[in-house]
């Protein structure tokens, strides 16, 4: 059975912006698209012409949405939340963005924990799970400008029969306190608002992020077989992150930091 248009209702973009926009806020600029082929593209091309941070564009359906590593990520229409935001922390030194991508998960953790009841965790670089299922995936891509486009799939009422492979769940799927896209959406940019704004007045300085992340990384203190972009694979436990955001996995060949790479959490006794 399919939903109707009732049991899955389009965003209220009027509720959002008002919620959302106003005088000194980060959020300028709140946009709903019927369909588009990607929210990061639309809003990459928006930064192009010299938009000001604070775009942030929503689609009910994504014919083309892009995860990590190329992955393809589709939903079936009005069941996600799929949205882009235009970032531009120019005060902050370049070899400090890439906390951005652990930032943003943080961000929609802790909106679904808290509007949602969900105890969502983060999975390092950019996931947001509960236990070991994955509920939204975090895109992140510099751009000339300088600029960040910021890409969340949050996955909201996204059925069983859905789900495009096992590893995924979605807030109904975990009975959530809601699945009204509007408020977990409101929620999310006001989390992430707070948040980068944290981080950028204190000039991208780690120690903003790292506590939090910490105590809702499920990827610290775990077993876990890493994929490198090169195709090898390393195993070993996922210790810590070092200042400039890299993963410290201890292997038997000793500490490597990694600064990109596909995790895998590793079953161990006892779990």
């Not at 399919?2 to 709140?30: H, M, N, Y």
């Not at 070991?132 to 909201?156: F, H, M």
Request: charged share 25%; aromatic share 4%.
């Amino acid at each position: 059975m399919r939903f109707s248009d009732l049991e899955r209702p389009p965003l209220d973009e009027k509720f959002l912006r008002g919620r959302l926009v106003r005088p000194g806020a980060l959020w300028t600029q709140i946009d709903v698209l019927a369909e588009t082929p990607s929210t990061n593209a639309v809003v990459a091309a928006a930064a192009a012409g010299g938009q000001a941070e604070g775009l942030v564009v929503a689609a009910e359906y994504q014919s083309s949405g892009r995860g990590r590593l190329g992955r393809t990520w589709t939903t079936p229409p009005r069941s996600a939340l799929l949205m882009s935001v235009l970032l531009r922390p120019v005060t902050v030194e370049a070899a400090r963005w890439p906390w951005l991508g652990l930032l943003v998960p943080l961000a929609v953790a802790a909106a679904v924990r808290a509007v949602a009841e969900v105890p969502a965790q983060v999975k390092w670089p950019n996931d947001v799970l509960v236990e070991d299922r994955k509920l939204a995936g975090i895109l992140l891509e510099r751009i000339e400008g300088p600029a960040a486009v910021v890409g969340i799939g949050l996955n909201v009422t996204l059925r069983e029969s859905e789900k495009p492979h096992e590893a995924a769940t979605s807030l109904e799927l975990e009975k959530a306190a809601t699945t009204d896209r509007a408020t977990v959406m409101a929620a999310v940019l006001r989390e992430l608002a707070s948040r980068y704004q944290a981080w950028v007045d204190a000039k991208g300085d780690p120690s903003v992020v790292l506590p939090e992340y910490r105590e809702l990384s499920a990827t610290l203190g775990r077993a876990v077989r890493v994929e490198l972009p090169d195709g090898t694979f390393l195993e070993g436990t996922a210790r810590d992150l070092a200042d400039d955001g890299r993963l410290i996995v201890d292997t038997a060949d000793g500490p490597r930091p990694l600064a990109a790479g596909d995790v895998t959490h590793l079953r161990t006794a006892g779990q």
